[in-house]
């Protein structure tokens, strides 16, 4: 598998242009490159990013758009229609870029790097563009109008002790005046009202207390640590009795006792090719018969994104060489390598189904979990190095 900066020359092979027409645009565009990376980090904020824009830089496509495209593709490559509807000017982007000519020629000029998906874009939601705030202008006398407002009122209060007696009306007068008066000076001169020959003290404003930071609770849902996952070595394989489809197997997880279990790869694989691999098997799934057979576990496979009816379609998911029965597979990350699996899992609960859509092969081929909702990415691993295919890439893995 070609790296991103192999994928990103063979593309500006096809089209010089990516990379800048002058040495301000070039400097930029590296500069930019530099980033995409660390773009992919975040997915709702790259998506609002890409929102107003149709390239990174200026007008035209460049090196950068190319560049973020291969960094984006191993977590999009995964299941896009269903993890990611909800950022449709990420996903927008992303089949934009893969459709440049400069695009298709470095797919072509290396072959499995970063190829394209298949996507049906007026499935997505059209994303809304956001015009920028309009300016409000400040008003440079906002006091002018209070002012105003509450000569206005004094005045209606004069007016209306008019019409008791004359006297009255006087004394409105004079409060009237005094009272607009003492306005205006606040207003004009910047001073406090003055009652009694002394000016009033402005109130200090009380400061709010803070509000007490917002404690990040920790998931309850189902966690990929939770599921029992060990190296298994195939003591013996048969076709089952009463089921074309299945296989019957032996297999040593590292228990007193092999353990018996059926799997549908018949039409995968011989019985040459299954017995004696070393293999993952996922012990604490509920045991099952299947056509009068009771089924202790499940064999981890990885199917092609192309479908696994296609030649090679289905493969094992590898343990490092060396490894032996029973040894124990975990996800990377201080959360999960320390963490005990559950016994057995809870049917009801559906840990693994709620896990599963998120494995899948990297381009590197390693096995890894994409957790869905902080697209970190946690490899599957032994002690001794991470889990791979043979040749599979952007595969799920079930």
């Known amino acids: 598998m070609s790296s991103v900066s192999d994928?990103?020359?063979?593309?500006?092979?096809?089209?010089?242009?990516?990379?800048?027409?002058?040495?301000?645009?070039?400097?930029?565009?590296?500069k930019l490159s530099a980033e995409t990376e660390g773009y992919v980090k975040d997915l709702?904020?790259?998506?609002?990013?890409?929102?107003?824009?149709?390239?990174?830089?200026?007008?035209?496509?460049?090196?950068?758009?190319?560049?973020?495209?291969?960094?984006?593709?191993?977590?999009?490559?995964?299941?896009?229609?269903?993890?990611?509807?909800?950022?449709?000017?990420?996903l927008r982007y992303f089949l934009q870029i893969q459709s440049l000519e400069s695009v298709k020629s470095a797919q072509k000029e290396l072959p499995n790097s970063f190829p394209s998906l298949d996507i049906d874009l007026s499935s997505l939601a059209v994303p809304e563009r956001k015009a920028p705030p309009p300016k409000v202008k400040k008003d440079k006398k906002p006091a002018a109008a209070t002012a105003g407002g509450v000569t206005e009122t004094v005045t209606n209060a004069v007016n209306a002790a008019a019409s008791t007696a004359s006297a009255a009306v006087s004394a409105a007068t004079e409060t009237a005046v005094n009272a607009a008066s003492a306005v205006k000076d606040a207003v004009v001169g910047g001073s406090a009202p003055v009652e009694g020959g002394k000016k009033k003290e402005k109130k200090e404003k009380k400061e709010k207390a803070p509000k007490p930071a917002a404690v990040k609770e920790e998931p309850t849902g189902p966690l990929p640590s939770m599921i029992d996952m060990r190296v298994g070595k195939v003591l013996d394989v048969k076709r089952h009795p009463d089921a074309d489809s299945l296989y019957v197997e032996s297999i040593d997880v590292g228990e007193e006792e092999p353990r018996t279990v059926c799997s549908g790869l018949v039409k995968y694989m011989s019985e040459d090719q299954i017995r004696g691999a070393t293999i993952v098997v996922i012990c604490n799934l509920k045991p099952v018969t299947m056509r009068g057979v009771k089924s202790f576990a499940m064999l981890l496979c990885a199917s092609s994104k192309d479908g696994k009816d296609t030649p090679g379609g289905i493969e094992f998911v590898l343990p490092p060489e060396g490894s032996q029965p029973g040894e124990r597979i975990y996800f990377e990350g201080d959360k999960y390598e320390n963490a005990k699996p559950e016994a057995q899992l809870n049917p009801k609960k559906k840990v693994f189904e709620t896990?599963?859509?998120?494995?899948?092969?990297?381009?590197?081929?390693?096995?890894?979990?994409?957790?869905?909702?902080?697209?970190?990415?946690?490899?599957?691993?032994t002690k001794d190095g991470v889990l791979k295919t043979s040749t599979l890439i952007g595969a799920s893995l079930s």
């Open 7 to 30: 994928f990103v020359k063979a593309a500006e092979r096809a089209d010089p242009t990516l990379a800048g027409s002058n040495e301000k645009d070039k400097a930029e565009i590296v």
């Open 355 to 381: 896990i599963q859509p998120g494995f899948i092969t990297l381009d590197t081929k390693e096995a890894a979990w994409i957790d869905p909702e902080t697209k970190e990415v946690h490899k599957i691993r």
């Open 44 to 90: 709702w904020a790259l998506n609002e990013k890409l929102t107003p824009l149709t390239y990174l830089y200026s007008n035209s496509p460049s090196s950068a758009d190319v560049s973020l495209y291969a960094h984006l593709h191993p977590t999009l490559i995964s299941a896009p229609s269903t993890q990611h509807p909800e950022k449709p000017s990420l």
